[in-house]
T-cell receptor, first 114, second 115 residues
Framework: AQTVTQSQPEMSVQEAETVTLSCTYD???????LFWYKQPPSRQMILVIR??????QNATENRFSVNFQKAAKSFSLKISDSQLGDTAMYFC???????????FGGGTRLMVKP | GAGVSQTPSNKVTEKGKYVELRCDPI?????LYWYRQSLGQGPEFLIY????????DSGLPNDRFFAVRPEGSVSTLKIQRTERGDSAVYLC?????????????FGPGTRLTVL
């Protein structure tokens, strides 16, 4: 079974600054995908970024990038130039290549302050 | 095109009652997933469908929970004899197919409150 741990229940950052959210996971699988989802107050989960475990290069999507350390089973999300609209819950999630269901961490509440 | 929709948005019921939660997936998506998100936690997998059949229902907590997808589109999650511990947001997601290459698109969820 897989587990995903987010050790920061809450984080805050000033607008335009950079913030990093942490995630660690545990699995015996070698081939898997990792994701960061954003959940605003509307409750709808929105995919922010994904990383394939076999790729060494860290994924980047505009202001969002990840630091994927496979050996350490760590997958952190960096948000650059934080905007007020980034305020939300952020969930790290895992899926192994042969699987279909996502395993989520407990979430980090991010507040961007003006 | 429309995204995943879920009805009702909020449902308040009394302990012991029966409830049905509905999910309308994105048109053409063959895979449909149900997750449950308790307060302050991440979503937990309940069940997923490929077409009309439940391909994996290992996340259903007990036999009070049941889900159907009779025509391979709309799905209904049914909870019998509701308990206060069933209070949570129930999220539905759909994808073009199963497997990791197909992104799961989530609906806004149904917040169930059992009094």
């Amino acid at each position: 079974a897989q587990t995903v741990t987010q050790s920061q229940p809450e984080m805050s950052v000033q607008e335009a600054e950079t913030v990093t959210l942490s995630c660690t996971y545990d699995t015996s699988e070698n081939n898997y995908y990792l994701f960061w989802y954003k959940q605003p107050p509307s409750r709808q989960m929105i995919l922010v970024i994904r990383q394939e475990a076999y790729k060494q290069q860290n994924a980047t999507e505009n202001r969002f990038s990840v630091n994927f350390q496979k050996a350490a089973k760590s997958f952190s999300l960096k948000i650059s130039d934080s905007q007020l609209g980034d305020t939300a819950m952020y969930f790290c999630a895992f899926i192994h290549n042969a699987g279909n269901m996502l395993t989520f961490g407990g979430g980090t509440r991010l507040m961007v302050k003006p | 095109g429309a995204g995943v929709s879920q009805t009702p948005s909020n449902k308040v019921t009394e302990k012991g009652k029966y409830v049905e939660l509905r999910c309308d997936p994105i048109s053409g998506h063959t895979a449909l997933y149900w997750y449950r998100q308790s307060l302050g936690q991440g979503p937990e997998f309940l069940i997923y469908f490929q077409g009309t059949g439940a391909a994996d229902d290992s996340g259903l907590p007990n036999d009070r929970f049941f889900a159907v997808r009779p025509e391979g589109s709309v799905s209904t999650l049914k909870i019998q004899r509701t308990e206060r511990g069933d209070s949570a947001v129930y999220l539905c997601a759909s994808s073009l197919g199963t497997g990791v290459y197909n992104e799961q698109f989530f609906g806004p969820g149904t917040r169930l409150t059992v009094l």
